[in-house]
């Protein structure tokens, strides 16, 4: 299934689906230790769901600083922070 960028509303509980919303763009931010966008699952307005992976990379994002999975600068980032 195809994946979307999902846009981070910044009150949510970052680990609940409705707190994202489909953006027809690549997101600007890429580092921080807040949330700022997602790419999951299509699911139309909102993800389809937030897989375990995706719920371990919001948390890195948040004590490390860095899109997730930081573990090589060539690998695609599922989860972008802003500062």
Do not use: F, H
């Not at 299934?1 to 600007?28: C, E, F, H, Q």
């Not at 719920?55 to 695609?76: C, E, F, M």
């Amino acid at each position: 299934m195809a994946r979307a960028w999902y846009a981070y509303n910044g009150v949510g509980d970052p680990l609940v689906l409705g707190s994202y919303i489909l953006t027809t763009v690549k997101p600007g931010c890429i580092n921080g230790g807040r949330i700022c966008a997602i790419y999951e699952l299509n699911g139309g307005t909102t993800p389809q769901l937030l897989s375990q992976n995706i719920r371990s990379y919001i948390a890195n994002t948040q004590v490390l600083l860095v899109a997730q999975p930081d573990s090589n600068p060539g690998i695609k980032k599922y989860v972008y922070g802003k500062a």
